[in-house]
């Protein structure tokens, strides 16, 4: 056989073996989510607010029956969860029905009595039957539980829990919600207990999920280190010897003396340049006042959604 067209047909099966391993390889590395068909992606995803953890959420109304069913196996869930995953409840707002109750949530938990305070609203409306609709009835709930009238007014009102619901607005649109009680990871993935199967393999899958996200935290390239700026040289540094000694004379007046180191190394400014800087100084401050952050603007807008179609979802509509 000639050697010259026995090296090209071996050149030729390496080359062709080459571009079909990599997709083998592939194939191997992508096995089948045994879980698919059971969530929703979240389409964009929502970014999440903790970082350096993945972060699973619970939107929940404290008058859904479902969410009140759902409670026990989700605090034990919670008690034996991985270090790694951070839960988040978000009192979900549709309309303006549900204000009431997500400031009620958000006013317990800067009073740090919201676990406490959960348990009685849930047996409140659920067991007892009270109505708790509105601010006034659920003013008289936290007095029995121990807040007195004026913490609970003074919370209830504050600009802190306002922001909170406004932002629980955001997320309970930006994340699909539209009936409760529904649970996201990592802003990525929607869940609920009819689609998953029940609440046992509900709690099941955000532990996969969860385990899924964190495995990208540990393969994702780690990030460059932000470069320390090379500190501008002092004066006393750029001056020749004989200029640094007089430098340091000035500067061993001035704090003896502060008055007289200003007179004398100082050149009084024309009073052009005074009015100047007064202006821009005005100005700047001025402008600084009148800032306000951008979020502030973005989070007043209220979602509204339509009633999802029957399902046997145990999931409660919103209303």
């Not at 992508?30 to 959420?57: C, M, R």
């Not at 509105?134 to 029995?144: G, H, R, T, V, W």
Request: proline letters at 8%.
């Amino acid at each position: 056989m000639n050697s010259s067209f026995f090296l090209k047909y071996t050149l030729f099966g390496l080359t062709a073996l080459s571009l079909l391993l990599p997709v083998g390889l592939h194939a191997q590395a992508q096995p089948k989510d045994p879980y698919a068909d059971q969530y929703e992606l979240i389409i964009p995803p929502h970014p999440p607010t903790t970082e350096g953890k993945v972060e699973v959420a619970e939107f929940f109304l404290y008058t859904c029956p479902h969410c009140y069913t759902f409670e026990d196996d989700l605090n034990l869930w919670v008690e034996g969860k991985p270090s790694y995953v951070e839960f988040v409840k978000v009192p979900a707002v549709f309309n303006e029905n549900q204000i009431v109750m997500a400031k009620v949530y958000y006013a317990a938990e800067n009073l740090g009595v919201h676990t406490k305070l959960d348990v009685a609203i849930f047996k409140a409306i659920h067991q007892d039957n009270r109505r708790l609709s509105n601010e006034i009835e659920m003013m008289q709930l936290f007095a029995e539980n121990g807040v007195s009238n004026d913490d609970f007014r003074k919370t209830f009102h504050s600009f802190a829990v306002d922001m909170k619901v406004r932002q629980a607005a955001v997320m309970t649109s930006k994340h699909g919600i539209t009936g409760v009680p529904a649970m996201t990871v990592q802003g990525k993935y929607r869940l609920s207990s009819g689609k998953a199967g029940g609440h046992t393999q509900l709690l099941k899958l955000i532990d996969y999920l969860a385990q899924k996200e964190y495995q990208l935290f540990a393969t994702a390239p780690a990030m460059t280190p932000v470069q320390t700026p090379t500190p501008t040289p002092t004066p006393s540094e750029t001056k020749g010897p004989n200029e640094a000694k007089e430098a340091a004379e000035v500067k061993s007046t001035s704090e003896a003396s502060p008055s007289a180191s200003v007179k004398e190394t100082v050149q009084t400014p024309a009073p052009a340049e005074v009015k100047k800087e007064a202006s821009e100084s005005t100005v700047n401050k001025e402008t600084s006042e009148s800032s306000t952050p951008a979020e502030v603007k973005g989070s007043s807008e209220m979602s509204k959604s339509s009633d999802p179609p029957p399902s046997s979802d145990k999931t409660t509509p919103q209303p």
